[in-house]
Protein backbone atom coordinates (compact mmCIF):
# COMPACT_ATOMS: atom_id res chain seq x y z
CA UNK A 1 0.00 0.00 0.00
CA UNK A 2 1.51 3.63 -0.79
CA UNK A 3 1.44 6.17 2.05
CA UNK A 4 0.52 9.03 -0.01
CA UNK A 5 0.25 11.92 3.25
CA UNK A 6 0.35 11.59 6.46
CA UNK A 7 -0.80 14.21 9.01
CA UNK A 8 0.57 14.98 12.71
CA UNK A 9 -2.39 16.17 14.85
CA UNK A 10 -1.19 17.32 18.62
CA UNK A 11 -4.13 17.01 20.65
CA UNK A 12 -5.18 18.73 24.06
CA UNK A 13 -7.87 17.01 25.67
CA UNK A 14 -10.05 18.48 28.96
CA UNK A 15 -10.65 15.48 32.02
CA UNK A 16 -13.85 15.59 33.94
CA UNK A 17 -11.67 15.07 36.75
CA UNK A 18 -7.72 14.42 37.32
CA UNK A 19 -5.88 11.12 37.59
CA UNK A 20 -3.65 10.83 39.99
CA UNK A 21 -0.89 7.99 39.91
CA UNK A 22 2.32 7.88 42.12
CA UNK A 23 4.50 9.69 39.64
CA UNK A 24 1.92 12.55 39.09
CA UNK A 25 -1.06 14.28 38.26
CA UNK A 26 -2.69 14.23 34.67
CA UNK A 27 -5.28 17.10 34.51
CA UNK A 28 -5.66 17.63 30.38
CA UNK A 29 -4.68 14.85 28.60
CA UNK A 30 -2.24 15.60 25.49
CA UNK A 31 -2.41 12.50 22.40
CA UNK A 32 -1.04 12.63 19.15
CA UNK A 33 -2.75 11.46 15.84
CA UNK A 34 -1.57 10.45 12.66
CA UNK A 35 -4.06 10.58 10.07
CA UNK A 36 -2.98 8.53 6.80
CA UNK A 37 -3.65 7.96 3.43
CA UNK A 38 -2.75 4.90 1.64
CA UNK A 39 -3.89 3.34 -1.27
CA UNK A 40 -6.18 6.08 -0.99
CA UNK A 41 -7.64 4.77 2.47
CA UNK A 42 -7.98 6.97 5.28
CA UNK A 43 -6.73 5.86 8.65
CA UNK A 44 -5.84 6.56 11.86
CA UNK A 45 -3.33 5.96 14.78
CA UNK A 46 -3.25 7.19 18.30
CA UNK A 47 0.15 7.35 19.96
CA UNK A 48 -0.92 8.51 24.05
CA UNK A 49 2.19 9.16 25.51
CA UNK A 50 1.95 11.49 28.59
CA UNK A 51 2.68 15.37 28.57
CA UNK A 52 5.89 15.08 30.53
CA UNK A 53 8.11 11.99 30.85
CA UNK A 54 7.14 10.57 34.13
CA UNK A 55 5.43 7.32 32.97
CA UNK A 56 8.06 6.30 30.63
CA UNK A 57 10.65 8.92 29.20
CA UNK A 58 8.74 9.86 26.28
CA UNK A 59 6.39 12.89 26.24
CA UNK A 60 3.75 14.12 23.37
CA UNK A 61 5.84 16.81 22.17
CA UNK A 62 8.49 14.36 21.73
CA UNK A 63 6.46 11.91 19.61
CA UNK A 64 5.35 15.02 17.28
CA UNK A 65 9.03 15.71 16.71
CA UNK A 66 9.91 12.14 16.30
CA UNK A 67 7.18 11.41 13.99
CA UNK A 68 8.12 15.12 11.69
CA UNK A 69 11.79 14.56 11.43
CA UNK A 70 12.16 10.97 11.40
CA UNK A 71 9.75 8.11 11.21
CA UNK A 72 7.43 10.23 8.68
CA UNK A 73 10.02 10.75 6.01
CA UNK A 74 11.18 6.79 6.42
CA UNK A 75 7.52 5.86 5.21
CA UNK A 76 6.25 8.34 2.96
CA UNK A 77 5.70 7.73 -0.65
CA UNK A 78 6.76 4.25 0.12
CA UNK A 79 4.63 1.00 -0.56
CA UNK A 80 4.56 -1.24 1.82
CA UNK A 81 2.73 -4.73 1.16
CA UNK A 82 2.22 -5.60 5.23
CA UNK A 83 2.48 -4.09 8.94
CA UNK A 84 5.76 -5.82 8.90
CA UNK A 85 7.15 -4.61 6.29
CA UNK A 86 6.01 -0.57 7.73
CA UNK A 87 7.62 -1.15 11.32
CA UNK A 88 10.61 -2.84 9.25
CA UNK A 89 11.27 0.58 7.52
CA UNK A 90 12.15 2.62 10.39
CA UNK A 91 13.59 -0.51 12.53
CA UNK A 92 16.92 1.69 13.13
CA UNK A 93 15.27 4.51 15.36
CA UNK A 94 15.51 3.50 18.63
CA UNK A 95 12.53 3.98 21.19
CA UNK A 96 9.99 6.52 20.59
CA UNK A 97 7.26 3.84 20.76
CA UNK A 98 4.36 6.21 21.04
CA UNK A 99 5.06 7.55 17.84
CA UNK A 100 5.54 4.19 15.91
CA UNK A 101 2.40 3.31 17.43
CA UNK A 102 0.43 6.64 16.11
CA UNK A 103 2.38 5.57 12.50
CA UNK A 104 1.67 2.04 12.65
CA UNK A 105 -2.21 1.81 14.21
CA UNK A 106 -3.10 4.26 11.21
CA UNK A 107 -1.34 1.81 8.46
CA UNK A 108 -3.35 -1.20 10.24
CA UNK A 109 -6.89 0.46 9.81
CA UNK A 110 -5.99 1.58 6.24
CA UNK A 111 -4.85 -2.20 5.98
CA UNK A 112 -8.00 -4.02 7.44
CA UNK A 113 -9.76 -1.73 5.12
CA UNK A 114 -8.52 -2.56 2.01
CA UNK A 115 -8.80 -6.52 3.43
CA UNK A 116 -12.19 -6.16 4.36
CA UNK A 117 -11.66 -7.74 7.55
CA UNK A 118 -11.80 -7.54 10.85
CA UNK A 119 -8.41 -5.69 12.59
CA UNK A 120 -9.00 -8.90 15.48
CA UNK A 121 -9.61 -11.22 12.91
CA UNK A 122 -6.14 -10.48 10.73
CA UNK A 123 -4.59 -10.11 14.08
CA UNK A 124 -5.31 -13.60 15.01
CA UNK A 125 -8.13 -12.47 17.75
CA UNK A 126 -10.46 -15.15 18.96
CA UNK A 127 -13.21 -13.18 21.22
CA UNK A 128 -15.63 -11.27 20.12
CA UNK A 129 -15.79 -9.74 23.58
CA UNK A 130 -13.53 -8.31 26.07
CA UNK A 131 -13.66 -8.30 30.09
CA UNK A 132 -13.25 -4.63 31.51
CA UNK A 133 -11.57 -3.33 34.31
CA UNK A 134 -11.31 -0.05 36.09
CA UNK A 135 -7.64 1.91 37.25
CA UNK A 136 -8.82 3.87 39.73
CA UNK A 137 -6.30 6.54 40.47
CA UNK A 138 -4.82 7.44 44.09
CA UNK A 139 -7.40 9.71 45.96
CA UNK A 140 -7.70 11.94 48.91
CA UNK A 141 -9.27 9.63 51.09
CA UNK A 142 -10.30 6.04 51.43
CA UNK A 143 -13.85 6.27 51.38
CA UNK A 144 -13.75 7.96 47.66
CA UNK A 145 -11.98 4.85 46.93
CA UNK A 146 -14.40 3.05 48.50
CA UNK A 147 -17.30 4.93 46.71
CA UNK A 148 -15.55 4.44 43.75
CA UNK A 149 -14.97 1.03 43.76
CA UNK A 150 -18.35 0.21 44.40
CA UNK A 151 -19.98 2.26 41.50
CA UNK A 152 -17.93 -0.30 39.38
CA UNK A 153 -18.64 -3.04 40.70
CA UNK A 154 -22.66 -2.44 40.76
CA UNK A 155 -21.48 -1.59 36.75
CA UNK A 156 -20.26 -5.38 36.82
CA UNK A 157 -16.39 -4.55 36.13
CA UNK A 158 -14.70 -7.81 36.21
CA UNK A 159 -11.91 -6.55 38.49
CA UNK A 160 -10.56 -3.59 39.84
CA UNK A 161 -6.87 -1.81 40.28
CA UNK A 162 -6.02 0.61 42.81
CA UNK A 163 -2.70 2.97 42.06
CA UNK A 164 -1.32 2.92 45.62
CA UNK A 165 2.07 5.03 46.27
CA UNK A 166 3.80 4.56 49.68
CA UNK A 167 1.89 5.66 52.41
CA UNK A 168 -1.45 4.74 50.39
CA UNK A 169 -1.22 1.19 49.76
CA UNK A 170 -2.11 -1.19 52.37
CA UNK A 171 -4.69 0.62 54.28
CA UNK A 172 -6.56 1.28 51.12
CA UNK A 173 -5.99 -2.62 49.97
CA UNK A 174 -7.80 -3.77 53.58
CA UNK A 175 -10.08 -1.54 53.04
CA UNK A 176 -11.03 -2.54 49.63
CA UNK A 177 -11.06 -6.31 50.80
CA UNK A 178 -12.84 -5.95 53.93
CA UNK A 179 -15.93 -4.38 51.62
CA UNK A 180 -16.28 -6.26 48.96
CA UNK A 181 -14.82 -9.35 49.94
CA UNK A 182 -13.49 -11.52 47.52
CA UNK A 183 -13.48 -9.39 44.07
CA UNK A 184 -10.40 -9.93 41.50
CA UNK A 185 -8.66 -7.13 43.08
CA UNK A 186 -5.01 -5.87 42.13
CA UNK A 187 -2.55 -2.80 42.74
CA UNK A 188 -0.05 -0.85 40.76
CA UNK A 189 2.85 1.04 42.42
CA UNK A 190 4.02 2.66 39.01
CA UNK A 191 7.70 2.58 40.16
CA UNK A 192 7.34 3.98 43.30
CA UNK A 193 9.08 1.65 45.78
CA UNK A 194 12.50 0.27 45.77
CA UNK A 195 13.79 -3.44 48.04
CA UNK A 196 13.46 -1.05 51.03
CA UNK A 197 9.70 -0.74 51.22
CA UNK A 198 9.96 -4.76 51.19
CA UNK A 199 8.03 -4.99 54.83
CA UNK A 200 4.81 -3.25 52.57
CA UNK A 201 5.59 -5.06 49.86
CA UNK A 202 5.01 -8.36 51.90
CA UNK A 203 1.71 -6.87 53.66
CA UNK A 204 0.29 -6.20 50.76
CA UNK A 205 0.79 -10.12 50.08
CA UNK A 206 -1.74 -11.67 52.48
CA UNK A 207 -4.47 -10.12 50.50
CA UNK A 208 -5.09 -12.34 47.56
CA UNK A 209 -4.27 -9.71 44.95
CA UNK A 210 -4.21 -11.44 41.41
CA UNK A 211 -1.32 -9.59 41.14
CA UNK A 212 0.84 -6.36 42.39
CA UNK A 213 2.41 -4.33 39.10
CA UNK A 214 5.49 -2.56 38.41
CA UNK A 215 6.10 -1.71 42.54
CA UNK A 216 10.12 -1.54 41.31
CA UNK A 217 12.08 1.03 39.23
CA UNK A 218 10.62 1.35 35.72
CA UNK A 219 13.82 0.51 33.59
CA UNK A 220 14.08 -2.77 36.56
CA UNK A 221 14.07 -6.35 36.14
CA UNK A 222 16.59 -7.48 38.68
CA UNK A 223 14.59 -6.04 41.60
CA UNK A 224 11.73 -7.64 40.52
CA UNK A 225 13.25 -11.02 40.35
CA UNK A 226 14.32 -10.68 44.04
CA UNK A 227 11.23 -9.51 45.13
CA UNK A 228 9.20 -12.17 43.14
CA UNK A 229 11.04 -14.61 45.11
CA UNK A 230 10.00 -13.14 48.41
CA UNK A 231 5.70 -12.84 47.64
CA UNK A 232 3.29 -15.35 45.97
CA UNK A 233 1.58 -12.16 44.86
CA UNK A 234 2.18 -12.40 41.00
CA UNK A 235 4.34 -9.57 39.77
CA UNK A 236 3.53 -7.85 36.65
CA UNK A 237 5.37 -5.78 34.63
CA UNK A 238 4.38 -2.89 33.06
CA UNK A 239 6.93 0.08 32.43
CA UNK A 240 10.25 -2.03 31.99
CA UNK A 241 8.60 -4.02 29.08
CA UNK A 242 9.45 -2.58 26.20
CA UNK A 243 9.71 -5.18 23.84
CA UNK A 244 9.41 -9.03 23.44
CA UNK A 245 13.27 -8.98 24.30
CA UNK A 246 12.68 -7.89 27.49
CA UNK A 247 9.97 -9.71 28.04
CA UNK A 248 11.90 -12.75 27.71
CA UNK A 249 14.92 -11.57 29.66
CA UNK A 250 12.25 -10.85 32.61
CA UNK A 251 10.59 -14.19 32.43
CA UNK A 252 14.04 -15.90 32.36
CA UNK A 253 15.12 -14.89 35.36
CA UNK A 254 11.98 -14.98 37.35
CA UNK A 255 11.02 -10.95 36.97
CA UNK A 256 7.37 -10.88 36.43
CA UNK A 257 4.67 -13.98 36.06
CA UNK A 258 2.12 -11.57 34.46
CA UNK A 259 2.82 -8.60 31.71
CA UNK A 260 0.66 -5.87 31.47
CA UNK A 261 0.75 -5.39 26.87
CA UNK A 262 0.19 -1.50 25.90
CA UNK A 263 0.48 -1.20 22.57
CA UNK A 264 1.49 2.32 22.91
CA UNK A 265 4.34 1.57 25.65
CA UNK A 266 5.84 -1.33 23.22
CA UNK A 267 5.58 0.41 19.90
CA UNK A 268 2.49 -1.24 18.48
CA UNK A 269 0.81 -4.32 17.79
CA UNK A 270 3.17 -6.38 16.02
CA UNK A 271 5.79 -6.10 18.44
CA UNK A 272 2.45 -6.10 21.31
CA UNK A 273 1.81 -10.01 19.45
CA UNK A 274 5.50 -11.29 20.05
CA UNK A 275 5.15 -10.05 23.27
CA UNK A 276 2.16 -12.12 23.70
CA UNK A 277 3.53 -15.04 21.86
CA UNK A 278 6.52 -14.83 24.10
CA UNK A 279 4.53 -15.08 26.85
CA UNK A 280 1.82 -17.64 25.73
CA UNK A 281 5.21 -20.28 25.19
CA UNK A 282 6.50 -19.87 28.75
CA UNK A 283 2.64 -20.41 30.27
CA UNK A 284 2.94 -16.22 31.49
CA UNK A 285 -0.57 -14.94 31.02
CA UNK A 286 -0.95 -10.89 29.74
CA UNK A 287 -3.40 -8.07 29.80
CA UNK A 288 -4.04 -4.76 27.93
CA UNK A 289 -3.19 -1.68 29.76
CA UNK A 290 -3.60 1.49 28.49
CA UNK A 291 -2.48 5.31 28.87
CA UNK A 292 -5.92 7.16 28.60
CA UNK A 293 -6.29 6.61 25.27
CA UNK A 294 -8.98 8.08 23.41
CA UNK A 295 -11.55 6.07 21.38
CA UNK A 296 -9.19 5.78 18.86
CA UNK A 297 -5.99 4.72 20.51
CA UNK A 298 -8.90 1.77 22.58
CA UNK A 299 -9.81 0.12 19.33
CA UNK A 300 -6.30 -1.36 18.48
CA UNK A 301 -5.86 -1.73 22.33
CA UNK A 302 -9.61 -3.72 22.01
CA UNK A 303 -8.70 -5.31 18.74
CA UNK A 304 -5.27 -6.94 20.25
CA UNK A 305 -6.99 -7.53 23.29
CA UNK A 306 -8.98 -10.25 21.94
CA UNK A 307 -5.99 -12.50 21.20
CA UNK A 308 -5.94 -15.69 23.44
CA UNK A 309 -2.86 -15.20 26.32
CA UNK A 310 -4.79 -12.34 26.91
CA UNK A 311 -6.57 -13.53 29.94
CA UNK A 312 -6.71 -10.90 32.30
CA UNK A 313 -9.08 -8.07 32.16
CA UNK A 314 -8.12 -4.91 30.12
CA UNK A 315 -7.66 -1.51 31.72
CA UNK A 316 -10.51 -0.57 29.86
CA UNK A 317 -13.00 1.84 31.74
CA UNK A 318 -14.35 3.74 28.46
CA UNK A 319 -13.43 7.27 27.66
CA UNK A 320 -16.75 9.12 29.40
CA UNK A 321 -15.07 8.18 32.85
CA UNK A 322 -12.27 10.66 32.37
CA UNK A 323 -12.93 12.52 29.40
CA UNK A 324 -14.88 15.98 28.53
CA UNK A 325 -15.11 14.75 24.80
CA UNK A 326 -14.26 12.22 23.09
CA UNK A 327 -12.95 12.14 19.20
CA UNK A 328 -15.68 9.60 18.28
CA UNK A 329 -19.31 10.17 17.62
CA UNK A 330 -20.06 6.32 18.90
CA UNK A 331 -17.52 5.28 21.74
CA UNK A 332 -17.59 1.72 22.80
CA UNK A 333 -19.62 0.31 26.27
CA UNK A 334 -18.67 -1.31 28.65
CA UNK A 335 -22.05 -3.61 29.70
CA UNK A 336 -22.24 -5.90 32.56
CA UNK A 337 -18.20 -5.30 32.27
CA UNK A 338 -17.86 -6.70 28.49
CA UNK A 339 -17.03 -4.74 25.79
CA UNK A 340 -17.65 -5.94 22.08
CA UNK A 341 -14.84 -6.21 19.65
CA UNK A 342 -15.36 -3.72 17.20
CA UNK A 343 -14.48 -4.79 13.25
CA UNK A 344 -13.12 -1.36 12.28
CA UNK A 345 -11.98 1.86 13.95
CA UNK A 346 -14.86 3.37 11.32
CA UNK A 347 -17.76 1.57 13.94
CA UNK A 348 -16.56 4.28 16.58
CA UNK A 349 -17.33 6.84 13.75
CA UNK A 350 -14.36 8.93 14.50
CA UNK A 351 -15.22 12.90 14.23
CA UNK A 352 -13.00 15.11 12.32
CA UNK A 353 -15.51 17.68 13.83
CA UNK A 354 -13.86 17.17 17.13
CA UNK A 355 -10.72 16.67 16.38
CA UNK A 356 -10.82 20.29 15.13
CA UNK A 357 -11.65 21.28 18.27
CA UNK A 358 -9.33 19.83 20.22
CA UNK A 359 -5.96 20.36 17.97
CA UNK A 360 -3.60 22.13 19.00
CA UNK A 361 -1.05 21.85 16.43
CA UNK A 362 -1.54 20.14 13.10
CA UNK A 363 0.74 19.06 9.91
CA UNK A 364 0.37 17.47 6.79
CA UNK A 365 3.08 16.04 4.31
CA UNK A 366 2.16 14.92 1.16
CA UNK A 367 4.61 12.29 -1.07
O1 LIG B 1 0.48 2.39 34.89
O2 LIG B 1 -1.16 1.51 33.90
C1 LIG B 1 -0.52 2.53 34.22
C2 LIG B 1 -2.37 5.64 32.96
C3 LIG B 1 -1.30 6.43 32.58
C4 LIG B 1 -0.02 5.96 32.75
C5 LIG B 1 0.20 4.70 33.33
C6 LIG B 1 -0.87 3.90 33.71
C7 LIG B 1 -2.17 4.40 33.55
C8 LIG B 1 -3.37 3.67 33.96
C9 LIG B 1 -4.65 3.98 33.25
O3 LIG B 1 -3.38 2.89 34.87
C10 LIG B 1 -5.04 2.87 32.36
C11 LIG B 1 -6.07 3.31 31.35
O4 LIG B 1 -7.26 3.23 31.64
O5 LIG B 1 -5.69 3.73 30.24
MG1 LIG C 1 0.85 0.33 35.27
Same mark, same amino acid.
Given at each position: ?25 V????T???K ?5 Y ?6 A? #? ?21 V??V ?6 T ?10 IRG ?13 D????? #?G??L?D ?26 E /???R ?6 R ?9 D ?13 I ?13 H ?10 ? #? ?6 L?YD ?5 A? #? ?7 V?L ?8 D ?10 K ?19 ? /?????G ?14 R ?8 L?N ?9 S ?14 V????I ?6 S ?6 A ?14
Open positions: MKINSIEIIHLKLPVIKSFRVSFGTSEKDILVMDADGIGYGEGA #LQDPLYVPEYSDETYAILKKYLPLLGKDFGPEELVAAYASHNFAKTALECAFWCYSQK #LKPAILGGTRTEIEAGESLGIRESIEEVLD /VALLAEGYKIKIKIEPGKVKVIDAVRKKFGDKLMADGNSAYTLAIETLKALDSYD #LTMIEQPADIVDHT #LQKQIKTPCDESILSAEARKAIEIGACIINIKPGRVGGLVESKKIHD /VCQKHVGVWCGGVLETCIGFFNISIASPYIYPADMSPALFFREDLVDSPFEKDGLQVPPHLDFRVSELISKYASHRETFSA
